[in-house]
DNA sequence: AATGAATGAGCCTTCATTCAT
DNA sequence: AATGAATGAAGGCTCATTCAT
C-alpha cells in the first residue's frame, strides 16, 4: 500500500511518512465513495494535520492524485506479473481483465493507474512503466495462445478496459452485467471465429 | 436543432429564442474544443448577453448541461430510426454503433445525450425515451440476424457503447484505432463463434 | 476627488460609482494612518460591499493602488499649473516644492503620483503625463528667473523633492523641520553663488 | 564584518557563529539585489541551514534586519570617525556624505544602518550612539569651516542623506545623476550665498 | 545545538447565483 | 425581458513561527 522510498530521495522522518499515508488514506476514502476530491483544508482536518502539511507532501492538488496512482499502480503490476507466468495464459488474461475492471470500478486510485499511462497521458513513472511491461508480456502470451488477436496492440487493451469500466460506472454495483460486459470484451478481443 | 417549444409553456418571444440559442451554441462550442464549460458570465459575453439573460433561459449550469444534451438527442433518435429501417439490420447496427462512437468523441452534447439515458441515471426526458424506444427496435432487428447475442439488452448496449467511447476519448483522432475498437465491441457483441 | 470617466470606458453606473469611491476613500483612510494596505478582504468589509466587488474594480490590489495614485496625480497637476501661470516664477516654485512634499507626507496617494512618473517606474498613465508637462513649464521659468541651477532636469527635481519628503517621513510632525530642509533643498537647486 | 560579542553574552561556538554569519550574507545579498526578504526557510535552505537555526540566531525576521543593520552601522562610523579627523574638514564632510549616498544606495544594510538612528526610530543601539556621536563631531568641524550653514543639525543632515539616497533608489546606476544630487545637497546645506 | 516537519492564520482570487436598475 | 453590478462562500496556496526528534 504504502510506496517504498524513491532512490535518491532521503526517506521521510517516520512521523512524516506517517502523516503521508494518513493524507493518502483520507483522500482514497473520499474518491472510493464517489465524491470529488475535497478541498485541501478538509482532507487536512480528516487527516488531523494542518493544510501546510499537506501541501508539504503533495505542492499541489495533481500531485496528490498522482502519489494515489503510483500506489496503486505498483499494487497492479504486481498482479499482472502474477497472472503473467500462471500456466494456462489465456485463463490469466481473463483474470487480469476482470480484476483490473473490477479495480477500476472500485478504486479511483486504481483507474488512475490504468489511466496514467500510454498515449495521450501524462509522464509515465516508473510504476507506469513497469506495469506496461507485465502487460505486455501476458498479452504476448495470450495472443500465443490464441485468446487475442493480431492487430491490438497493449494500448488498445489498456483503453478498451478502461472504457468498459467507464461505462460500468454507474451499475457498478450491478455484478452480472460487469461480468457479462467483460465477457463482451473478451470475445472481441479474440476476434470473429 | 432547436427543441421544440415545451407543451403548456409560453412560446418564447422571437428575439429571446435567438438568445437561447446563442448560448446553448457558444456552450456547445467551447466543450467541443476540449475545455470546461466556462465561467457563465464569459458564456454571456461570448454569447453577446447579459448573466441575467443566461439565468433567464437556464436557471442553473446543470440545466445548460441538460438542454444541450436534449438537442442532441432528438437528433441522435432520428439517426437510429432511420438505420432500424434499413433493409440490413447488421449493416444498420454497425453503422449506428460507429456514427454514435465518433458523436460521442466529437461532441459532448452527444456523450450527454446517450449518459442521459438508461439506469444510474438522470430521469428520463422525452427526447430520452424516445431515443430508447428507437434503439430497441433496432436492437431486436440486429439480433433476429444474428448480429448481438441473446444475452445483452438495449441498456447493455449503451452502456458498452459509452465506455468504448469513454475509452478512446485520449485518442480520439486516431482513426484506425477508433475502427478497431468499434470492431472489438461488435465481434464481442455478436459473440464466440 | 473623483477621477473623471475614462474616454472611451462606459460610465459606471451610479451605485457602482459609489461603491468604487467608498473602497478608494477606505484604501486612503488606512494608508493615512501609516497603515499598510489591509487584506481585500477588510477593506470591501470597511467598505460596506462584498470582496467580489472590490476586485470588480479592482483586479489587483496593485490596481487599486494605481487608482489611489491617479486620483492624486490628477489634483496635482492642477496645482502644478496654477503655480506656474503665477506671476512671480520663483515664489510659485517654492510655493509647488513645499506643497508637494506636504501632500507626499500626509497623503500617501500624492506620494504615489509623484513616484509613479519619471525615470525607473510603471508605464506613465495620462494624469501623470499631464503632471510632467506642467512641471517641465514651471521649471522652465523658474530657471530663466534664475532660481534653478542649469544642470538639473525636470527629472532630478522630481526625485530630489521625492526623496527629501522620503526622508521627513519620521518626522513629519515636525513643521520647522520640514521648513528647514525645503529651504535647503531650493537653496541647492539655486546653486552656488 | 561580524558583530564583536555583546557583553554578557557567551560567546557562540565556532560553528555557531559561522552559521550566523552564513545566514546574514545570504540575506544581504538578497537584499542587494534588490529582493525583498526571502521567506526564512530560503533564507535557511541557501545558507545550508535548518530553519530552527536561523530562528536560534535570529528569534525575529525583524532581528534579523536589525542585525543586518548593526553590523553596518560599526562600519559606517569608523568611516566617519577618520573622515571626522581629516585635515580638511569641508572635503571630509563631503566625503562622508558621498559615501553614505552610495551606501545606502549599494547596500540596505547601510540603509538599515542610517535609518535606525534618531528621531522616530528604533531603539538607538550602541553601534548607532557611536555613529550619531562621530558624525556630531564632523558636522561641528564641516560647520566651523563655514561648509554647513548654522540652522541644521546632525539629525537634519542624518535624514536630508537619507532621503537623497531613497530618492536616487529608483535610478541608482546612473552616477552622473547620483553626483548632481549630491553636490545640491552639499550647497544646499552651505546655504544661501 | 541543529534539524526540518508541522502548524494554521491569512492572503488573493474565482464564480455560481441574486437582484436593483 | 435584459442587463450587469453585487454578493460571499469557497478554494488553493504561502510563510512566520513552534516543537518533536
Redesign the pocket.
Known amino acids: 500500500m504504502s510506496t517504498p522510498d524513491a532512490p535518491g530521495a532521503?526517506p521521510?522522518?517516520?512521523?512524516?511518512a506517517?502523516?503521508?499515508e494518513h493524507v493518502l488514506a483520507v483522500a482514497r476514502e473520499q474518491l472510493r465513495r464517489g465524491a470529488p476530491?475535497?478541498?485541501?483544508?478538509?482532507l487536512?482536518r480528516l487527516a488531523?494535520?494542518?493544510?501546510?502539511?499537506v501541501?508539504?507532501?503533495f505542492?499541489?492538488?495533481q500531485a496528490l492524485l498522482a502519489a494515489l496512482g503510483e500506489d496503486a499502480t505498483c499494487e497492479l503490476a504486481v498482479r499482472v506479473r502474477a497472472a503473467a507466468e500462471e500456466d494456462d495464459p489465456v485463463r490469466g488474461f481473463a483474470r487480469v481483465v476482470t480484476a483490473v475492471v473490477r479495480g477500476v470500478l472500485h478504486d479511483p486510485a486504481v483507474r488512475a493507474a490504468v489511466t496514467g499511462a500510454g498515449p495521450g497521458c501524462a509522464p509515465p513513472t516508473r510504476a507506469a512503466v513497469q506495469l506496461d511491461e507485465a502487460v505486455g508480456q501476458l498479452l504476448r502470451r495470450a495472443r500465443a495462445a490464441g485468446a487475442v488477436r493480431d492487430d491490438v496492440d497493449a494500448d488498445d487493451v489498456r483503453l478498451l478496459v478502461l472504457g468498459l469500466a467507464a461505462g460500468l460506472a454507474p451499475v457498478a454495483g450491478d455484478d452480472a452485467r460487469v461480468e457479462r460486459h467483460v465477457r463482451v470484451l473478451l470475445d472481441g478481443l479474440r476476434g470473429r471465429a
Not at 12 to 16: H, P, Q, S, T
Not at 37 to 42: A, Y
Not at 48 to 53: D, F
Open positions: 532521503a521521510l522522518r517516520a512521523d512524516a506517517r502523516n503521508r476530491l475535497p478541498p485541501m483544508k478538509d487536512a488531523g494535520v494542518g493544510t501546510g502539511t501541501y508539504r507532501h505542492p499541489t492538488q
